[in-house]
């Protein structure tokens, strides 16, 4: 699950309540609903032993077992199918298990509030004390640390590039709206000025002739 890359059957595997007695094979031995088929999106995810062989008889199917009344996964089932590398693993009756979700667990005091204070790992999303240099105690703490590392990863390329691009806009608008201004403030200024009144050309007037004097 690293990347951000969920597959959509996860969330389903982790809401599903197991362990329930089947509807259809009240009278059977096995019938305990603690198998997933991965292939399937039912809302009834939860199925038994003889659900399985009628209806998900080609499907993957994983089984889903008990630790002190917690939900565990063996890790030879879900290592093909799901990246679990940040996730801490547990040996329980000589398998290798991984839990699906977060444990309760009593916070500032008591035997658990003293092992994650002197632990060297936690879990990164609850804080429970880890036996190894993992990220998470379970799936579920672990798709929690993958929703919030995709929410704070928001791309900042793409805010950049739309901002440059309103700049452009603005720009482009504030100069064609100064031509506008600049046009329209020419066009005032001459509508302002008056032609100016033809010039009047006069001859001057000759003065009165006279006769030269005699001598």
Same mark, same amino acid.
């Given at each position: 699950m690293k !990347?951000?890359?969920?597959?959509?059957?996860?969330?389903?595997?982790?809401a599903t309540q197991f362990f329930a007695i089947c509807t259809n094979h009240l009278s059977s031995t096995r019938n305990e609903c603690n198998l997933f088929c991965i292939d399937c999106e039912e809302s009834k995810a939860a199925f038994c032993y003889y659900c399985r062989s009628r209806h998900h008889s080609t499907h993957r199917v994983?089984?889903?077992?008990?630790?002190?009344?917690?939900d565990v996964?063996?890790?030879s089932e879900l290592k093909d199918v799901l990246d679990i590398s940040?996730?801490?693993?547990?040996?329980i009756n000589s398998a290798t298990v991984v839990f699906l979700n977060e444990r309760p667990q009593q916070r500032g005091c008591g035997v658990s509030a003293i092992k994650a204070s002197s632990s060297s790992y936690n879990c990164e999303s609850c804080n429970r004390a880890l036996l190894d240099p993992f990220r998470f105690c379970s799936l579920g703490c672990n798709?929690? !640390?993958i929703k919030e590392d995709m929410r704070t990863s928001f791309p900042t390329r793409d805010i950049i590039d739309y901002s440059r691009k309103d700049d452009d806009t603005d720009c482009s608008n504030t100069s064609g709206n100064s031509g506008n201004n600049e046009e329209s403030c020419s066009d005032a200024d001459y509508c302002k000025e008056k032609p100016s009144p033809p010039r009047v050309i006069r001859h001057r007037?000759? !003065?009165?002739p006279r006769r030269a004097p005699f001598y």
């Open positions: !990347g951000g890359t969920v597959p959509r059957w996860l969330e389903l595997l982790l994983i089984q889903i077992r008990r630790s002190s009344y917690h996964v063996r890790v940040d996730v801490q693993t547990y040996v798709l929690k !640390g007037r000759k !003065g009165i």
